[in-house]
């Protein structure tokens, strides 16, 4: 059974950082694409980032410059570096799996989806 568990959310003042991070089991995702989307309440699921396990990684502009993702092969596990938060990065946070290897930014892409961790960004 194929398990992506989100962790690292909170509360943080605007301008501070906070670092998700996505643990998987179940198989591994070597060849797969990986994703964070976030999801604020009232509105859609949105891209946030992007990976591949060749390095190839993809941002929503509004990550662009302050958000890193990143992955952890031998431990399964991706991450999500958020820096300069702003009040509207305030959303749960989900990662996602794809059963695919190239990029993808569509949420109906993806396979596999953690529960989603909280991120609340204060003004």
């Known amino acids: 059974q194929v398990q992506l568990v989100e962790s690292g959310g909170g509360l943080v003042q605007a301008g501070g950082s906070l670092k998700l991070s996505c643990a998987a089991s179940?198989?591994?995702?070597?060849?797969?694409?990986m994703a964070w989307f976030r999801q604020a309440p009232g509105k859609e699921r949105e891209f946030v980032a992007a990976?591949?396990?060749?390095?190839?990684?993809h941002y929503a502009n509004s990550a662009k410059g302050r958000f890193i993702i990143s992955g952890d092969h031998a431990k399964n596990a991706m991450y999500l570096q958020m820096n300069s938060l702003k009040p509207e990065d305030t959303a749960v946070y989900y990662c996602?799996?794809?059963?695919?290897?190239?990029?993808?930014?569509?949420?109906?892409?993806?396979?596999?989806w953690g529960q989603g961790t909280q991120v609340t960004v204060s003004s």
């Open positions: 179940g198989r591994t995702f070597s060849n797969n694409a």
């Open positions: 996602a799996a794809s059963s695919m290897g190239w990029l993808r930014v569509r949420p109906e892409e993806y396979d596999y």
């Open positions: 990976m591949t396990w060749t390095d190839s990684t």
